[in-house]
């Protein structure tokens, strides 16, 4: 059942190369698959072929064109065995048919919206055809495809098309040759009838790439910024890492059902149709910046991912951590570097720390898994990015360079592990990091611990810092890691400290490094009491605690070079007076002016830009403030406690903030640029503090009914459904009605009403699942309603009479019929019961048991059942 990392060994044989030939047809999908293979230098004669198959039935196998007789094969549901296959290279053949129509998993080769299309990623390739599927199998392909011309007009799949025709009968085919070895989880295929958008890129050699991106008739008008996006994806990986692209054309399709976001397939992306169509009317400015992060994300794995894969799927974070470091790095180059990173971090603790802190936390690397899908997580992909961009700052920018290339240089073409990433690093650089690699090998956030003192006298400053890590499932004993702590002393006149000499431990220019259980840093010639800047820019991953007081915090927010610490620091005030008030120890009058001082400086501040007082004004959810407390936790006391704290902010300057926001009004034509985005942004977290705070509920309104975009009506229907204000269930109402038919718009409407907070929304739920004409089998439709209830802090959730698990678990039985990675991906959610309050949390295990106990889940769900029961 488990898989074991320590149990890795290569194939006994390998395969030397490819070729599919597919037959589309409505009824069925036939596939031929001609495998040359051979024995390794190391296999022993008789070794047994062992293939993955997932669901299929053979209907005929032959060697080098020889039929095989029954007794030398045997062919079940989990694969396919040639008993004593030739010791030499030789051609399997083997022909399966598939059922593309009845394939609600979504994964091999399945139907969408009439569209023929795959996902292979991880182990989706053996329920196409029977094969060594695993990434550390490299060949190359060659696919063959026949389809009714009426029917499949486009014909796609990976590398550069080299034939295509009449096949007589009202069927045509195509002939696609990728001469870049890959393993099968990059293999895909497109059949159907599609509208495109297409250009070209001229690559830094001078070579032209022919560029389309692919979709539903009619919406080729909202491709445009995908392919903007991707253009400028190539050029900036040409610049910042010196990647080329390497086939003739690079192919996009934009798919409606779809298990997660978007897929790499080499020179073929397929991609959730939500990251690839925008238009002003009905995408956000959100929607636009994640089509655009995407879209470089897979373009980026090119390289890291496709010309260099990973050994095993152990070492999934080798290619997922560093493209997600260079999506982040991409968009902060392409807009805002603060209001990037502060908008990655708060990604990251809103959804990383809490797996982390749970009974689901893993180390980037696993080291066993039962079902891989489930580890395609936030911790190998977030975490994953985290670490290696405290690579990069140990290293610096050049030094971080030079090992990429090393990498580039020393792996193209192989499927290689997380060591030998760090071993190009130690190799450019010269410096150890067998104490950096535990990033990778251990689970949990480390807290820091921070304190410091002042001498006066001897002019000398002592800054404390101590790191901890909780025991996290299965390791109890935590190693102390390697942190780069980016800092700065800042002094009474808000400018930077200097200091003559530190002892005590490793300072590189403005880098501590915490290497140890603990270090105390002694600095000499401090001329006044400074106020330490930590973590800057968030170099590490890590929860800090430290002695400063809300006077210390509120002097940072005000005076740090450092945007992203002037923004933590006013969140770290907001979450603690919230977190106290909770627990029963409300905020003083003083305490609470000062905060709101501190925000109307910030918004009055000429020097920053309005998507960074967006940010620096929005008060921290109930999520974030609820994993603050981090046990025992009421999240109806939370939510309470936090309201109260808005109101308390907002009311005497109610009239200051709707005049700014009324000021911020513009008719300018919509851009998604940063500026204008910013802007919007900026105006909206204004309408949500004056909605939540000063009962504005009609402001939600009007803006609603004048928004000339998505941005501002799903902002103002959103603001109004979270507070549920008078207004709220009138405007939800339009909006469903006024985008009837689209179903990227219905998502919205979905989302902003399972946040609803008031009583009924379980029932509104239960109701709109069980409406005939909600699509049960379209994951996004699924993740919106029933992903953005679990994950978004909702205290309906959290019912304390548990009607909320109950709806969820309820909803995960039947989804798990259909599709499994959507069910277990919504279960997930319940990972917050360990932090609850024991009525809760009790509500929560006997809706876990129940769903154990009466219905057979599937191997993801399962997984992810046991191991927050066990937790
Ligand atoms: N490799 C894809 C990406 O990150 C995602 C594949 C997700 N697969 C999964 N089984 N969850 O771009
Ligand atoms: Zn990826």
Not at 542 to 552: E, H, I, R, T
Not at 610 to 615: D, H, S, V, Y
């Amino acid at each position: 059942q488990t898989i074991y990392l320590k149990d890795y060994a290569p194939t006994p044989y390998r395969i030397v190369s490819v070729e599919l030939d597919f037959r589309i047809l409505e009824e069925n999908t036939r596939v031929r698959a001609q495998l040359a293979i051979e024995p390794r230098d190391t296999t022993a004669p008789g070794t047994s072929l062992v293939l993955d198959g997932d669901g299929l039935s053979l209907s005929s196998i032959a060697i080098d064109g020889a039929p095989l007789a029954l007794a030398s094969y045997a062919a079940d549901d989990n694969g396919l065995t040639i008993v004593e296959p030739p010791f030499r290279r030789f051609v399997l053949e083997t022909e399966v048919f598939l059922k593309p129509e009845s394939n609600t998993k979504l994964m091999g080769l399945y139907r969408s919206s009439g569209t023929w299309c795959t996902q292979c990623e991880p182990e989706g390739f053996r329920r196409i055809t029977y094969y060594l599927d695993r990434p550390d199998v490299l060949a190359p392909f060659t696919v063959r495809m026949t389809a009714p011309q009426a029917l499949a007009p486009v014909l796609l799949s990976n590398g550069n098309p080299i034939d295509r025709g009449d096949a007589g009968d009202g069927m045509h085919y195509a002939v696609w040759q990728d001469p870049f070895p890959k393993p099968a989880y990059l293999f895909a295929l497109v059949a159907g009838d599609l509208g495109s958008i297409t250009d070209s890129f001229t690559t830094v050699s001078g070579r032209n790439v022919d560029l389309a991106i692919y979709c539903t008739h009619g919406k080729e008008a909202e491709c445009h910024h995908a392919m903007d996006s991707l253009k400028r994806s190539m050029a900036w990986d040409e610049r910042r890492f010196g990647r080329e692209y390497d086939l003739d054309v690079f192919n996009v399709v934009a798919v409606s059902d779809f298990n997660f976001g978007a897929m790499e397939n080499k020179g073929l992306n397929i991609f959730n149709d939500k990251l690839v169509f925008a238009q002003p009317e009905t995408a956000t400015d959100a929607n636009y910046h994640s089509i655009e992060r995407v879209i470089a994300h897979e373009y980026f794995h090119n390289w890291t991912g496709n010309r260099i894969t990973c050994r095993d799927w152990f070492q999934l974070c080798l290619k997922e951590g560093l493209t997600v470091y260079r999506d982040q790095e991409f968009s902060s180059d392409e807009h805002s570097r603060p209001v990037q990173r502060i908008h990655d971090v708060q990604n990251l603790r809103t959804s990383q720390f809490p797996e982390d802190g749970g009974p689901l936390a893993h180390p980037p690397r696993p080291d066993h898994y039962r079902e891989i899908n489930n580890f395609y997580t936030t911790t190998v992909y977030e975490k994953g990015a985290e670490v290696v961009r405290m690579l990069a700052t140990l290293l610096g920018e050049a030094g971080f360079r030079k090992g990429m290339d090393l990498y580039f240089e020393r792996h193209d073409g192989e499927a290689t592990t997380i060591e030998a990433f760090i071993k190009v690093f130690e190799d450019a650089s010269g410096r150890d990091l067998s104490q950096f690699i535990t990033w990778y090998l251990q689970a949990g956030t480390p807290q820091v611990t921070v304190s410091d003192s002042y001498d006066g006298a001897s002019q000398t400053y002592t800054l404390t810092l101590t790191q901890t890590v909780e025991p996290t499932p299965g390791e109890p004993d935590k190693k102390p890691l390697l942190i780069p702590v980016r800092f700065g002393l800042i002094g009474p006149n808000g400018s930077p400290m200097s200091w003559n000499g530190v002892s005590g431990g490793t300072v590189e220019g403005d880098l501590i490094l915490l290497d140890k259980p603990s270090v105390t840093l002694t600095f000499s010639g401090v001329a006044n009491k400074p106020v330490p800047s930590l973590f800057r820019a968030f170099s590490a991953p890590v929860k800090v605690s430290s002695n400063l007081d809300q006077a210390d915090l509120l002097f940072l927010a005000r005076h740090d070079s450092d945007p992203f610490n002037r923004w933590d620091a006013l969140q770290t005030v907001s979450t603690q007076l919230i977190a106290e008030a909770a627990r029963g120890r409300r905020w003083s009058d003083d305490d609470a002016h000062a905060l709101r001082q501190a925000l109307v400086d910030t918004l009055a501040n000429p020097d920053l830009d309005a998507a960074f007082k967006a940010q620096a004004i929005a008060i921290p959810g109930t999520g974030m403030v609820s994993r603050h407390i981090g046990k025992d936790v009421d999240p109806d006391a939370v939510s309470a406690a936090r309201k109260d704290l808005v109101t308390t902010l907002v009311g005497p300057i109610a009239d200051q903030l709707a005049e700014r926001y009324a000021a911020l009004v513009s008719d300018a034509p919509y851009s998604p640029d940063a500026a204008q985005a910013g802007e919007r942004a900026l105006r909206n977290g204004l309408l949500q503090l004056l909605v939540s705070g000063a009962g504005r509920g009609d402001l939600a309104q009007k803006q609603y009914e004048t928004a000339g975009n998505m941005t501002d009506r799903y902002a103002a229907m959103a603001i109004a459904a979270q507070s549920w204000t008078d207004e709220a269930p009138a405007l939800l109402g339009d909006f469903r009605t006024r985008f009837a038919g689209d179903p990227l718009v219905f998502d919205k409407w979905l989302t902003a009403s399972a946040q609803a907070p008031d009583d009924g929304v379980i029932e509104r739920m239960r109701a709109i699942l069980a409406a005939p004409d909600f699509p049960k089998t379209n994951p996004n439709r699924l993740r919106s309603l029933l992903g953005s209830f679990v994950m978004s802090g909702s205290t309906q959730f959290t019912r304390l009479d548990g009607a909320g698990f109950r709806f969820v678990t309820e909803a995960v039985a039947e989804i798990d019929k259909v599709n499994p990675q959507v069910a277990s991906r919504i279960l997930t959610g319940m990972r917050i019961l360990p932090m609850l309050e024991p009525r809760r949390r009790e509500a929560g295990r006997v809706a876990l048991e129940t769903l154990k106990s009466q219905h057979t889940l599937s191997r993801n769900v399962g997984e992810i059942l046991d191991r927050i029961l066990a937790g």
